[in-house]
């Protein structure tokens, strides 16, 4: 690869690190203030809010890109504020499903409205 060619990828990682931190923290800001969740707490509840019954603790990590003991821990303070509730799997007694709450449906649905408009400010 040229120097050139480096430079301009280079430049490319941080102008997405640079977008992608300044959309996650006016997320973060705006979703605190006004509903008391983060973008992360966001992210759990329209993924479980969209899912056909019950997501797998496992699939729910994937989807909102945190570690497994990251995503237990934000699971575990959902759980606390009665947004989610976690049950293990009947087939395999490993395995965690985490559905949401009718307190948590109502707090996805209003914070919804604020994580589009953010995203409409930030990414257009």
């Known amino acids: 690869m040229s120097d050139v060619a480096e430079k301009e990828l280079v430049q490319e990682w941080h102008e997405?690190?640079?977008?992608?931190?300044?959309?996650?923290?006016?997320?973060?800001c705006?979703?605190?203030?006004?509903?008391?969740?983060g973008a992360n707490e966001f992210e759990a509840l329209e993924r479980l809010a969209t899912c056909d019954f019950k997501c797998r603790s496992a699939d729910l990590t994937g989807a909102i890109h945190l570690s497994q003991s990251a995503?237990?821990?934000?699971?575990?303070?959902?759980e606390k504020e009665g947004l989610v509730e976690r049950a293990l799997c009947e087939v395999d007694r490993r395995g965690i499903f985490v559905t949401i709450t009718e307190a948590?449906?109502?707090?996805?649905?209003?914070?919804?409205?604020?994580?589009?408009?953010?995203?409409?400010?930030?990414?257009r």
């Open 16 to 28: 997405l690190l640079a977008r992608y931190s300044a959309v996650f923290s006016t997320l973060e």
């Open 30 to 37: 705006r979703l605190q203030e006004r509903h008391g969740i």
């Open 71 to 78: 995503t237990s821990r934000l699971v575990a303070r959902l």
């Open 104 to 123: 948590g449906r109502e707090k996805y649905f209003a914070a919804k409205q604020t994580h589009r408009e953010v995203l409409a400010e930030t990414l």
